[in-house]
């Protein structure tokens, strides 16, 4: 971990593109970003351990990172994983527990961490920023549950289409003929996040290039229209929009 200095424009167009803040006026970023710091990580460094007493908020600013439970026998078994814009330890600042889980760099990355003072002053007075913590820890729920399904599914193949429907969901960009998902998914990150091989996904990867449901844009994975037309019509798709609906509905 490495502090870094960092230029505070830069720093607040970054901050600003994060959806908690995106009501902050500039006077209010100057003065949260001039009583926060922003660190840098190294690949698989810790930033967290479970277990830890949480006295500070993370905000990701660049960079992926991976949430994981660290078993008996010390593997990892990942959880999630987290992006630019992404925020944890959010939980821990509301009700003063412990984080269950430990989070670790998946790529080199920069985090902005506020500390609980800072997030009391800026956050807790503001109900709109509130209801805005609520909702990412509602959708964090809703992600967790439908891994929950995923990884339940007996088909490698399967996993692997809706690991990437949902990022293409929550992280794509659309652009004239398909969907990027903008971060990098190593195919050893899909592998961990849904309890399959890495050369299970390259297989299943390559079988999606060769009938054009895919494609490569530099480091990204680019979807293209005929996979949401296989995806939206298959049995998987509706079978994952029953159990989400299941574990909401009263």
């Not at 003065?31 to 949480?54: C, H, K, P, Q, T």
């Not at 289409?161 to 794509?172: D, E, I, P, V």
């Amino acid at each position: 971990m490495i502090r870094k200095k960092f230029d505070l424009d830069l720093a607040k167009k970054i901050v600003k593109s994060v959806p908690l803040f995106d009501r902050f006026s500039d006077e209010q970023l100057s003065s949260l970003l001039e009583r926060s710091n922003i660190y840098s990580y190294g690949r698989d460094e810790v930033i967290m351990m479970a277990g830890e007493e949480v006295s500070q908020m993370y905000v990701v600013l660049k960079g992926q990172i991976r949430v994981v439970d660290i078993t008996a026998d010390g593997q990892e078994r990942v959880m999630a994983f987290r992006h630019r814009g992404d925020c944890f330890g959010d939980m821990g600042m509301l009700d003063n527990k412990t984080d269950s889980a430990t989070i670790i760099a998946n790529e080199a990355c920069k985090v902005l961490l506020i500390s609980k003072s800072v997030f009391d002053d800026f956050f807790l007075e503001d109900a709109h920023t509130l209801l805005q913590i609520i909702e990412v820890l509602c959708n964090r729920l809703r992600e967790s549950w439908l891994f929950h399904s995923i990884i339940g599914i007996n088909d490698a193949e399967s996993k692997i289409r809706a690991t990437l429907a949902h990022y293409s969901k929550t992280l794509g960009i659309r652009d004239t003929n398909g969907v990027i998902i903008n971060t990098t998914l190593s195919h050893q990150s899909i592998a961990d996040r849904v309890h399959i091989t890495r050369e299970t996904v390259t297989r299943v990867l390559k079988k999606l290039r060769s009938h054009h449901e895919i494609e490569m844009v530099g480091r990204r994975f680019k979807l293209l229209p005929i996979f949401f037309e296989k995806y939206e019509k298959s049995d998987l798709f509706r079978t994952l929009k029953s159990d989400l609906k299941s574990h909401w509905d009263p």
